[in-house]
């Protein structure tokens, strides 16, 4: 099996989610594999790091403002082409379309 086997089980590996011989097989692998045994350092390093970060509570209205992200309805999307429009339209009327596609982003400067 290949690296990219084992790395993929950093993971399981640690949450012992492995069985009895995958569990046999990833130690022998990052034993014999330096690369993979010097990633696999850096993932537990990473994880033990996580480990002491403080805990913060989500804020109540959090999964309200998800669901909503969810349900609102998209504008289309366009392709850099449909922006473009019909190729047999007069230049000066696709890019005039083009320009009604573009998005618009609003941005404002307070001087408060």
């Given at each position: 099996m290949d690296c990219n086997y084992y790395r993929a089980l950093f993971s399981a590996f640690v949450d012992d989610e492995l069985d009895e011989q995958?569990?046999?097989?990833?130690?022998?692998?990052?034993?014999?594999?330096?690369?993979?045994?010097?990633?696999?350092?850096?993932?537990?390093?990473?994880?033990?790091?996580?480990?002491?970060?403080?805990?913060?509570e989500a804020p109540p209205q959090l999964w309200e403002r998800i669901e909503e992200g969810i349900t609102r309805k998209e504008e289309p999307a366009y392709t850099f082409f449909q922006m473009l429009g019909d190729?047999?339209?007069?230049?000066?009327?696709?890019?005039?379309?083009?320009?009604?596609?573009?998005?618009?982003?609003?941005?404002?400067?307070?001087?408060?």
């Open positions: 995958e569990a046999r097989n990833f130690k022998a692998h990052i034993l014999k594999c330096k690369d993979c045994g010097e990633r696999f350092k850096a993932f537990r390093r990473a994880q033990d790091l996580l480990l002491l970060l403080e805990r913060k190729p047999s339209e007069p230049l000066g009327r696709r890019r005039e379309l083009a320009l009604i596609r573009l998005p618009v982003y609003r941005t404002g400067i307070s001087f408060g």
